[in-house]
């Protein structure tokens, strides 16, 4: 029996986490859910929305599924990613058939966004100029202008270290071998934009071609820009694709859209010793409440968290299912074009699986 610590978060983070709560105990597989306190109710109750006990209990789980955040559970994510250091976020972007795809030929998008979740511009570093100004009055950009140029304003901080690029370059060699396994590439592609910041993203882009080269990979570099526009147009060249934080965070929206929508892509975020699962997008305010988000995302998310523990076959044959009924398109949420609600949705999943 495995252990499952389940976070809602908020908005239809509840309603889909829910509906993939109803999909692992409509499939029999042997796993204890908890619902620890968190969110808003644990505000209310605990002062905080993600009191102690509910920390313990996610680190003593097998694994950990959370729903979305939103302004009430902005410290659930914190404290998830941040503080216990999820700093690979792996996004799988896949196309099944009868996802309400945008691409005219959508067929065959098969690839991972592998997002760098722990340093860059996040979790947000900011001051006033002038701060900056008086500490570093030298500081110049490739015109020659310093930071007293501009007058008041504010600035962010970026930061990139060896160890930070090292440790997730190897993450990615490791993700590529195993989808090398599957049949895959075998394919690092890193985004920077090295071209514009040569110090900062230089350094990203300089230890992953060094990482993955070294690990007998083949590698390539594009930046952001070239590499929004080849995510369209391209997207059945990608295997892994290795962005900086920001990079991948705007890229995976995009990407999801490609495959169909935001409410079907998946994520896992892994550190060492340490992994939850939630899917991509997030607490969705205008359609919260109604009962017709997409629960695709998450049950995705739950198959990645079954393979994560050890119930690989499941989580194959969840993902089959979720396929399945895709292709069917008897049972789709609306922003797929259907009029199914969350839950029915869930549960033509769990008939599927049932089924297989
Ligand atoms: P947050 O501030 O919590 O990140 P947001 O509104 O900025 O929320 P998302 O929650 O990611 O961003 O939503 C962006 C858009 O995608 C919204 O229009 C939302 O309704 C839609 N969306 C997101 N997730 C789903 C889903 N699971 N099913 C259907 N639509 C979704």
Known sequence: MKTIVVLPGEGIGIEVVDAACEVLEGIGLPLKILHPPQGA?????????????????????????????????????????????????????????????????????????????????????????????????????????????????????????????????????????????????????????????????????????RVVRDAGLEFEHFHVDDMARRLVRFPRAMDVVLCMNLYGDILSDLAAETAGGLGLAPSGCFGDGWAYFESVHGSAPDIAGQGIANPTATILSAAMMLDHIGLATEAQRLQNAVGRVYHDRKTLTPDQGGSATTRAMAQAVAAAYRSA
């Open 41 to 209: 109710a644990a505000l209310k109750e605990h002062g905080t929305p993600i009191p102690e006990e509910t920390k313990r209990a996610a680190r003593e789980a097998d694994g950990v599924l959370f729903g979305a955040a939103g302004p009430s559970s902005s410290q659930v994510v914190s404290w998830l990613r941040w503080e216990m250091e999820a700093y690979a976020g792996v996004r799988p972007v896949r196309f099944f058939r009868g996802m309400h795809s945008p691409l005219v030929d959508p067929d065959g998008i098969d690839y991972v966004i592998l997002r760098e979740n722990s340093q860059d511009l996040y979790p947000g570093r900011e001051g006033d100029l002038s701060e900056l100004a008086r500490v570093m009055p030298d500081l110049a950009d490739k015109t020659g202008r310093t930071i007293g140029h501009f007058g008041a304003g504010r600035f962010a901080v970026k930061v990139v270290t060896p160890a930070g690029v090292e440790r997730i370059a190897r993450f990615a060699v490791e993700l590529a071998r195993k989808r090398q396994a599957l049949g895959k590439p075998g394919k690092v592609t890193c985004v920077t934009k090295s071209n514009v910041l040569p110090k900062s993203d230089g350094l990203f882009q300089q230890i992953s071609e």
